[in-house]
């Protein structure tokens, strides 16, 4: 078992930027690919990035690449998501994971999920 906790999220205007964190407790962190989802009210959960235990292999859906960047601390057991230049379309909860597949992307362990709000 693996516990995962965000943090991060918020409310902020089109263009803006914000870094999500999640920090995770139990089983092997640094030997885990770990990824980021996020789920919008009425619409499945999909994935945004993913990267390999040591952060050798990043995965990023087309809708952010360029303007999100996954990372990972090991020694702190934290995974990351900087989000840059913000849409509104980039509203929902996300979620941190611990990758089970990379192709295509799904997760084992979930995290709580933090909202984010990104007004026009």
């Known amino acids: 078992q693996v516990q995962l906790d965000e943090w991060g999220g918020g409310s902020v205007q089109a263009g803006d930027s914000l870094r999500l964190s999640c920090v995770a407790s139990?089983?092997?962190?640094?030997?885990?690919?770990m990824a980021w989802f996020r789920r919008t009210p009425g619409k499945a959960r999909e994935f945004v990035a993913a990267?390999?235990?040591?952060?050798?292999?990043?995965n990023y859906a087309d809708s952010v690449k360029g303007r999100f960047t996954i990372s990972r601390d090991n020694a702190k057991n934290m995974l990351f998501l900087q989000m840059s230049t913000l849409k509104p379309e980039d509203t929902a909860v996300y979620y941190c994971?611990?990758?089970?597949?990379?192709?295509?992307?799904?997760?084992?362990?979930w995290g709580q999920g933090t909202q984010v709000t990104v007004s026009s």
């Open positions: 994971a611990t990758l089970g597949r990379w192709n295509p992307p799904s997760g084992n362990f």
């Open positions: 139990g089983r092997s962190f640094s030997g885990s690919s």
């Open positions: 990267i390999g235990w040591d952060a050798a292999i990043t």
